[in-house]
């Protein structure tokens, strides 16, 4: 007699989108609009002096360098702007500030002082897999073009066409 898993084909296993699902890109958004803000009001804090903190010199290895990828990666992510690759580019930026500044220190990120670092690295992995989800303005030029956007999904149950290179 053959096994559950082999009576159910990949077509019929497809489910109809719930209510959650259908919320997903919306929360996504609000994510990225979060972290975004927030990374960007870090970077600026640390560039300009501003919201309590103060300015650090100019060219200044790494915390100068770090605080312009927080900027400018925070307002890119903010906005849904080449989501993907600023998202990349700041959760490798938090990583190597992870275990550059704070693993020397202890082994747990609650112990070293590390934890915005661990976080932020992790929600910015989160966003460069899963794209922007709605309200981005990669999404607005997409739709100007005739096409679907980063980090949108395809409908439930549609198969996506190889891309040619």
Not at 43 to 67: D, E, H, I, K, Q
Not at 107 to 117: A, C, F, I, Y
Request: aromatic content about 10%; hydrophobic content about 45%; some cysteine.
């Amino acid at each position: 007699m053959p096994s559950d898993t082999a009576l159910v084909s990949p077509a019929r296993s497809a489910r109809p989108a719930s209510p959650g699902d259908r919320a997903t890109p919306h929360a996504l958004a609000l994510f990225r609009i979060v972290i975004g803000l927030l990374f960007a009001c870090h970077g600026a804090s640390s560039l300009f002096g501003v919201l309590g903190a103060t300015s650090l010199p100019g060219g200044a290895w790494p915390g100068w360098y770090a605080a312009v990828i927080q900027l400018v990666g925070g307002t890119l992510v903010l906005f849904g702007l080449g989501t993907r690759y600023a998202a990349l580019v700041c959760s490798g930026s938090m990583a190597y500030a992870y275990f550059s500044v704070h693993q020397s220190e202890a082994l747990w990120p609650l112990q070293n002082g590390g934890e915005p670092s661990a976080i932020y690295a992790w929600a910015f992995l989160l966003l460069a897999v899963t794209g922007s989800g709605s309200w981005a303005v990669d999404r607005l030029i997409a739709n100007a073009r005739g096409g679907r956007g980063e980090g949108a999904s395809a409908p439930a149950g549609a198969r996506r066409e190889p891309s040619a290179i």
